[in-house]
């Protein structure tokens, strides 16, 4: 596994706060050093920007359903 593939399931909760201190300090000192994590931290910034400014901020009912189903009660 290289360092990249340890990383990126944890990029999503750096960009959001979401890892204590310690976790927080990794990806930066990582993301100090990877060009590829840099860009995913930008597209993943990009994506969220776009879909905050979404016009539609409710979901289509059949969408929501199917989302719903897959998650365990």
């Known amino acids: 596994m290289t360092d ?5 399931p944890e990029l999503k909760a750096y960009l959001d706060g979401e890892l204590p201190v310690f976790l927080r300090r990794r990806v930066q ?4 050093r990877c060009s590829s994590c ?3 931290i930008k597209l993943m910034e990009k ?3 776009e ?7 409710v979901l289509e009912p059949s969408l929501r359903d199917k989302l719903l189903a897959g998650v365990p009660s």
């Open 4 to 8: 990249c593939e340890r990383f990126l």
């Open 47 to 49: 994506i969220t920007a």
């Open 38 to 40: 840099r860009e995913e």
């Open 29 to 32: 000192k990582h993301l100090r």
């Open 51 to 57: 879909l905050s400014q979404s016009e539609s901020a």
